[in-house]
């Protein structure tokens, strides 16, 4: 997804409620997503409706824990499947982030990334910052709040320009897990809303931005975590091409299904099994 209202949490702290992942703690894993869209693959393609397999994108990442307190995490975005009368990039982004947790329920994140415009056009760069807290009101519920800033900018060959946006956002996601930390179920939504971008770019009219994502996670395995996430993307409207990016993931109007695993390796062999949030609290 295109990087925004995430926090970059992984999918162990939405089972553990973990901020940080326990010092010394790797956890490399693949994501292998579906986009689907009725506009199509960007503006201008609005009779090119992608159906389920159409495009596909495999998501290698890696994070690792320096301290109880901060981690780093990135990823690469690779297409593997596209229609025949595309001929895309097939490295389509990459992202760097870290978190920092600050108490016992509360974290500070930094995500930055880019990659290749669609048809070629030029290249897109993104950063976004922002806070995150967790109530913790019942030891099998957990309520996650965030918000903050990000900004996009494009270079974009066919307008030999670079187009920028600002936009803040704000996110709330409700977690149900059972009290190990084994299976969990989440559901959440997300706004943003563009604050300030070139006045003098007629072409470019961002809009608010709400989507919806829901997923599942299952770590019954110590070290291992298997999950899959729905998320319904809102990006502008094709009829309106200067509401929209040409960018594959998250640049336009889309329905994403992922399905994803990851495997956790203890390097710090001193540390000890951290406890879940609610049981700190």
């Known amino acids: 997804i295109l990087i925004g209202s995430d926090s970059g949490a992984s999918v162990r702290s939405e089972l553990k409620n ?8 790797l956890v490399v894993g693949a994501t292998f997503a579906f986009v689907t869209s009725d506009a199509g693959l960007g503006p201008g393609a609005e009779d090119d409706e992608l159906k389920f397999t159409d495009v596909a994108m495999i998501n290698p990442s890696a994070r690792y824990s320096f301290t109880d307190s901060f981690e780093i995490a990135g990823g ?14 097939i490295l389509q982004s990459a992202s760097l982030g870290g978190r920092l947790s600050v108490g016992d329920a ?19 760069g993104t950063a976004a910052a922002g806070f ?13 709040l965030r918000a903050g800033a990000s900004g996009l900018a494009l270079s974009r060959d066919d307008l030999d320009a670079t187009q920028w946006l600002g936009e803040v956002f704000v996110g709330g996601e409700a977690l149900m897990h059972d009290p190990r930390g ?3 179920v989440w559901a959440g939504i997300d706004v943003a809303f563009p604050v300030v971008h070139d006045p003098d ?10 989507g919806f994502h829901a997923g599942a996670a299952l770590g019954i395995v110590e070290d291992l975590d298997l999950f899959a996430l729905g998320s319904i993307i809102d990006r502008g409207d094709t009829d309106s091409a200067g509401t929209t990016l040409p960018i594959l993931a998250g640049g336009f109007d889309q329905v994403q299904i ?10 710090d062999e001193d540390e000890t099994s951290k406890p879940m949030m609610f049981q700190a609290l």
């Open 132 to 144: 995150q807290h967790r109530l913790v009101p019942d030891r099998l519920l957990t309520f996650d």
């Open 106 to 124: 509360s974290a500070v994140f930094l995500n930055t990334g880019g990659g290749a415009l669609l048809a070629d056009l030029g290249l897109w």
């Open 76 to 89: 690469v975005g690779v297409l593997v499947k596209q229609p025949p009368d595309l001929d895309e990039s």
């Open 182 to 184: 084994n299976v969990g």
């Open 18 to 25: 973990w901020l940080v992942a326990p010092s010394g703690t």
């Open 201 to 210: 770019d007629a072409t470019f009219d961002p809009q608010t931005r709400v």
């Open 258 to 267: 992922i399905f994803g695993v990851m495997k956790r390796f203890d390097l």
